[in-house]
């Protein structure tokens, strides 16, 4: 299959079960929530791949859009399944995440690169042999004062936060339908400045 007719594999990255889920880490499954949702599109167990899927069109492309079922650390194994599954080369895999060193609501995309202590992304690193692939970071912030980034990734957000969270959300599933549609140049001219 060719890259341009393979689908693509949207994964949001996030911890399962209730206690996590107002949490920063899982904004990865919020994003993939919204694009599911603009799809009219319903999360349904994949068989082989511990992770939930909604298999969607975004900007006219296929999309499978993911939410791993396993801990954010163990992410990597459902995702290489899912690229095995759908046969979706690594150029057509993105990576919804959390980001400390972004500001609180900024968007960055990038192609490859390391994982920056970010166990999700070590795991996928490490599960696919490849760090070529799509990230669309959501800027989280630091941690106020010398509060460990381990547990501030795993708090609820902030009163002001969970206000400006909804329209985050909004942005960063409108970047990566600008990521499928348009590229990887486009969409940083956008959501950069």
């Known amino acids: 299959m060719s890259s341009d007719t393979a689908p693509w594999l949207v994964v949001g990255l996030g911890n399962p079960g209730p206690e996590y889920a107002a949490t920063r880490h899982n904004i990865g499954y919020l994003v993939v929530e919204e694009l599911a ?12 791949a511990r992770a939930a899927v909604a298999e969607e069109r975004l900007q006219g492309q296929r999309a499978v859009l993911a939410r791993c079922s396993t801990y954010m650390n163990e992410s990597g194994g459902p995702v290489k399944g899912l690229l095995d599954f759908y046969k979706v080369p690594m150029e057509h895999l993105v990576v919804v995440h959390d980001e400390l060193d972004i500001p ?61 969270l909804p329209m985050l959300v909004v942005d960063a599933a409108d970047a990566v339908e600008l990521l499928i549609a348009e590229g990887l140049e486009r969409a940083q001219n956008r959501y950069h400045a």
Not at 42 to 47: D, R
């Open 104 to 164: 609180f609501a900024a968007l960055r995309l990038k192609l490859g690169g390391g994982d920056n202590g970010h166990n999700g992304l070590r795991s996928i690193r490490r599960s696919t042999g490849s760090g070529d692939f799509y990230r669309v970071r959501v800027g989280i912030g630091r941690p106020p004062g010398r509060q460990d980034p381990a547990d501030f990734v795993l708090k609820p957000w902030s009163g002001t936060e969970r206000k400006e």
């Open 37 to 48: 949702s603009r799809a009219r599109g319903k999360f349904a167990t994949h068989k082989r």
